[in-house]
Nanobody, 123 residues
């Protein structure tokens, strides 16, 4: 069982920055991702990375503002969020696939989820 614990959420004004962290029990061989869900909306993939394979994905609305990265020695996933906008307000979740899973950005392909961390961006 993969354990994921997010941290780093909070409240910030528009234009500010936050860095989310996800402490994972294991990341090797898995696709890791950050997803978000705002009230009344579907969960969406924000940024996805294939551990050890150098492949990344960003949803269009965050390209150029968010950066996903990993520290494999610490088994930690990060999401650097800059130039935050009110529409970025959501619960952010860290997720992982099973070992050796094929590339996907679909939430249903991720088997393991953290408890979430709230990000609130005010005007």
């Amino acid at each position: 069982q993969v354990q994921l614990v997010e941290s780093g959420g909070g409240s910030v004004q528009a234009g500010g920055s936050l860095r989310l962290s996800c402490a994972a029990s294991v990341m090797a061989g898995r696709i890791m991702g950050w997803f978000r869900q705002a009230p009344g909306k579907q969960r969406e993939g924000v940024a996805i990375i294939a551990t050890g394979r150098g492949r990344t994905y960003y949803t269009d609305s965050v390209k150029g503002r968010f950066t996903i990265s990993q520290d494999n020695a610490k088994n930690t996933l990060y999401l650097q969020m800059d130039s935050l906008k009110p529409e970025d307000t959501a619960m952010y979740y860290c997720a992982a696939t099973t070992f050796g899973a094929l590339w996907s950005t679909a939430p249903e392909k991720f088997s393991h989820w953290g408890q979430g961390t709230q990000v609130t961006v005010s005007t």
